[in-house]
């Protein structure tokens, strides 16, 4: 990736140096100037480890399978991985290893206790597994009932399951001794599974492209890459280049995954608008008309991956090779531009505000420019459209003999626009994070009423990709209630987390001086007098306090962790 970064190919297609610029300043010219700062970057890399997730499974079994049926249906839904299994009627109960993010599964549980439901990667989960469990013959509902990634936690959980369980049957058929010590089976046992562990190879280095249409000041557009770094990532290191070849104008950027404190960078959906939101300011602030823009701004097609596009491309080259009409209606839908209807129908208000607003930065970007007025012709447009894909869809006449019902995929979209004006009146709401959480449930159950009356697979995994959108936002907005209700709204949210401070620890710092305060319930707010005995007496009580709550919290932390 650095030699990518720094060497570019000239007219005869030989390669040459150009220059690159990193976070510390430097001007990086040469291959071995490259070499140098490559071998102080891999000081930081992470080395390849193991792969140590592991869940806990409850299935309810619908029918009565034979032990070597069950057996061999466990297998395949747990893809061939070590497991162990032990069946009470038709309950059973599994311990296995898995190459599921056990981590992302034991966040998804922990959001239990916030009555938002068994949604997202926990619910593709259990239904991943039941439906493994139906193909191989046994039917069942799977459901995950705990996850734990590191190895110290996958013995500990192994040997617990093994003491609470009776008749604990292997992967390869036989059943545990029944006289067998727990944790004396559970080190041989896993000692056993090692050899099965999946090496992972972290990744220690992001690949990001800043592009610009063709004629950009391309010096101008490095100092926007820079900025951008700055102000997102100040503590990574990173390498940036402009490759001048090209009609576009782009910079490509490689950034160090972990920072000099050891925090991983990660990159979601809303992370990657943020980025896009970022790039677009500091561009302005250069002189460079630009706006952050989503699919959603154009109703564009949903897009394709270049397995769906090889895969529609090698079906038009030889029968033998076949896909679905769904993946090729979506290629073709997003290579001709589709505009789809039903997006402005759901969103039309947001999208116009968005359009508004684009050309609002557009007039202070390029005063005079026809842009401006394109924007808000087309938020325009949009706002009048939604408006009249609404009205046609309206409420459902009374029944009074007169007219026809909806469809029920109309009544779906109806209730999918209520709810996304719902959710934007959430956002704007001044609440509490109890009644946040509530409010954050009962849109979750309109989604489950919503999935509940689609049929078809495509409706249903585009409800979700929707849902995901719509939860992370509000949960997003739920942390920035937390961190004001936890620093008495006097910070921000972004500098919180700047601070690596967690929201458990500032309610434990909260908690720990209450307590602390609690001392004296005549004079709550006295401080008391350095050195003194009832200074001395306050510490030792606090300090207690603070390990009990340790202690409390680091239980509590395994419990949600499995």
Known sequence: MLEYLGTRPDEDGKKHDIEVFTSSGLSVETREQRRALLEEWQEDFREPFQNTNFIEVDVELSGDPGRDELHDALNAALGSKPFVYARIG???????????????????????????????????????????????????????????????????????????????????????????????????????WKADFKTVEPRNVYHVVFSARAGTDARALLRVAENVLAKRIPDHKWAIAHHPET????????????????????????????????YAEKAREEGIAMVATSRMDFAAARPFNMRHAGAYERSKRDTRYSVSPTIAQRVEAKRQAVFEAKTIAAYGAGISRGWQLTATLTREAMPGSQAEAGAASFSAAVAEFAAAKRSALGPPPASNGEGTPLSLSAKRVVTLIDLTSRIQEIMSMDLSPLELRRKIADVNKAFDRIDGSLSKKEDKQELAGIREEMNSLLNERL????????????????????????????????KTQDRANEQNPRHPDK????????????????????????????????????
């Open 527 to 562: 401080q008391t007098v350095p050195n003194s005995a009832a200074g001395k007496r306050g510490e030792q009580q606090a300090d207690r306090v603070e390990r009990q709550n340790r202690d409390t919290q680091r239980s509590l932390d395994d419990d949600r962790e499995r």
């Open 90 to 192: 038709s309950t059973v109960k599994a311990y296995a290893y898995t190459n599921m993010k056990a981590a992302a599964l034991a966040k998804a549980l922990q959001k239990l206790d916030h009555e938002n439901g068994r949604a997202g990667v926990l619910q593709r989960a259990d239904d991943g597994i039941t439906a493994r469990l139906k193909d191989a013959g046994v039917a069942g509902k799977a459901e995950i009932k705990a996850a734990v990634s590191t190895e110290r936690g996958g013995q500990y959980f192994l040997q617990k399951f093994i003491r609470a369980n009776a008749g604990v049957i292997k992967s390869d058929g036989d059943e545990l001794p029944a006289d067998q010590r727990a944790d004396k089976a559970a080190q041989a046992l896993y000692a056993s």
């Open 247 to 278: 009609g576009h104008v782009h910079v490509h950027a490689m950034i160090l995954a972990r920072s000099e404190s050891g925090r991983p960078l990660h990159f979601s959906k809303a992370d990657l608008y943020d980025w896009r939101a970022a």
């Open 479 to 510: 942390n920035d209630v937390r961190v004001q209700a936890a620093t008495g709204g006097t910070g921000e949210a972004d500098t919180a987390r700047d601070e690596g401070r967690s929201l458990r620890e500032k309610e434990q710092q909260a």
